[in-house]
């Protein structure tokens, strides 16, 4: 199994570095193997991980890290085929060899910073890893070369650098706590950190994850700190929003949860719970209003991550063994149905010429493939059955009822059911209402941009339906890992 760690360490950042001196058609197809063959290879660490965790120098893969790390593989893979369709109409665009290049570098740099950061076996590291995640991010943000992409480039480097800086401090102010019981030769690894437990200073681990909520947690895009997400989603070309949104967010997030097993060994977790659930319910709140106003199709899907950033926090919130287990099967599912939501966004934008959903009409009739996964891929977001995102919110749901949490659990099933109607309302308006112009003519841009939504509507019906044997042991695993509500 350490072979596996190493490869999927190694095989996108040689795939970037094959991409400086290959031509297009090469590029796509080498991106295309190396996202399917690290897919695979995350999946092999399943198995192996529900036995142990599997370490191999600063690298360590256990349940919670690989839940992650297929979520991300999953949409690596989707992305890479997406990309191929998406790049055949930007053909005609001046300079289009210089701008294909860069999208391939950037795109396998960006899933290899992703990757790399669940493997982290450190909290410095892993800090490391998603400042890594900030740098090549922002420059795909702006990729396009518009004026609006650059600002929102700008915004997100600004933001999520300011939020970076904190989880720095954070970082250093749980090496003093370690310090203080283990030595200052101690270097912030997972596994010392949890077993010194309650010997840590309490003060200084308290600093550490409130520090590490808000640091990290503007780049899961919690509220206050969220500003820059819908900017860098709305202005990225579409594939490095697919991934911005399915992953990115989620990676982050799990930043937060490692310092969250460190909080609650130590200090129990009446605290760490009670962090997490205001900003939860803050961040979901917030996203459930402005889910109701949006016409822009791209921030409105942005807005959605917003949503179930909320939602994931709220769960991590409740503790309770249930909830926990849906927390980590809605990270994988939020993958498939975001990745699904803004590549099909992403054909609406290239068919009508335009990001607004006042002037897109009749999308059933002019994209008889796109249109219903999009709306498949809306439902899921809304957790409508038999999709896995309507399992993982079941389980948070019943998870908090369960643990005595009916007051938090009322307000998030009535701000999720907010939500949803602000994304039914604008689907429903692109979908079945016929416009009064000229529609374009009827067909799909590329196959390619239809296959991946395809897969992903089969993930989400997997995993809602009957999720494989293997992965509920994964799940299992990993709320073990997570303190199980104790």
């Known amino acids: 199994m350490p072979v596996v ?94 701008y294909a290049r860069r999208f391939h570098i950037g795109l396998n740099l960006f899933a290899w910073s992703m990757m790399c950061a669940p493997l982290m076996d450190g909290l410095a590291l892993l800090w490391i890893a998603v400042e890594i995640t900030t740098v090549v991010s922002a420059l795909l943000v702006a990729l396009d070369d518009t004026d609006n992409a ?20 954070a970082t250093i102010v749980m090496y003093y706590a370690g310090s203080t019981v283990l030595g200052s030769s101690y270097d912030v ?39 820059w997400l819908p900017d860098a989603h709305s202005e990225a070309p579409t594939p490095v929003s697919a991934m911005l949104s399915g992953s990115l967010l989620a990676v982050s997030f799990y930043a937060v949860l490692r310092y969250y097993q460190v909080a609650a060994g130590t200090l129990g977790s009446g605290f760490p719970r009670t962090v997490l659930l205001v900003f939860g319910v803050l961040t979901l709140l917030l996203a459930a209003l402005y889910l109701l106003e949006q016409r822009d ?17 709220i ?78 919110e079941f389980q948070i749901v019943a998870g908090g009822l369960a643990g005595a949490h009916d007051t938090v659990t009322v307000v998030l099933v009535v701000l999720v059911t907010l939500a949803f109607l602000g994304l039914s309302v604008a689907t429903t308006r692109m979908l079945f209402v016929r416009g009064g112009t000229e529609l374009p003519v009827r067909g799909e841009p590329s196959a390619w941009m239809v296959a991946p939504m395809v897969a992903g509507l089969v993930v989400l019906i997997v995993l809602g339906v009957h999720p494989p044997a293997d992965f509920a042991d994964l799940l299992a695993r990993g709320v073990a890992e997570l303190g199980g509500g104790t």
């Open 315 to 392: 769960g991590i919130g409740l503790g309770a063994p249930l909830a926990l287990a849906g927390v980590l099967l809605h990270v994988v599912a939020h993958a498939a149905a975001k990745g699904n939501a803004f590549f099909g966004a992403g054909v609406l934008v290239r068919k009508y010429g335009t990001k607004d959903t006042g002037t897109i009409r009749s999308c059933l009739d002019t994209l008889p493939w796109t249109a219903p996964l999009f709306l498949f891929a809306i439902l899921a977001l809304s957790a409508m059955p038999p999709f896995g995102l309507f399992r993982s």
């Open 189 to 227: 690894a997972f596994a010392p950190l949890l077993t010194a437990g309650k010997t840590l200073p309490h003060n200084a681990v308290q600093l550490a994850f409130v520090l590490a909520v808000v640091g990290f947690g503007t780049k899961v895009g919690l509220f206050p700190v969220h500003t």
């Open 150 to 169: 650059a600002e929102a480039a700008w915004k997100y480097v600004l933001l999520a650098s300011a939020g970076l800086g904190i989880g720095l401090l």
């Open 297 to 313: 199709l791209k921030r409105l899907l942005a807005y959605s991550s917003v949503e179930h950033m909320g939602i994931l926090t």
């Open 5 to 98: 760690l190493v490869l999927l360490t190694a095989l996108p950042l040689v795939s970037a570095l094959g991409a400086l001196p290959a031509r297009v058609r090469a590029s796509e197809t080498l991106s295309l193997l190396t996202a399917l063959a690290s897919l695979g290879l995350a999946v092999v660490l399943v198995p192996a991980v529900v036995r142990g965790p599997v370490q191999f120098g600063i690298l360590r893969a256990d349940a919670v890290s690989v839940v992650f790390l297929l979520g991300t593989t999953f949409l690596y893979a989707a992305t890479a085929v997406y990309s191929i369709g998406y790049l055949q109409s930007e053909r005609d665009r001046p300079g289009f060899a210089r």
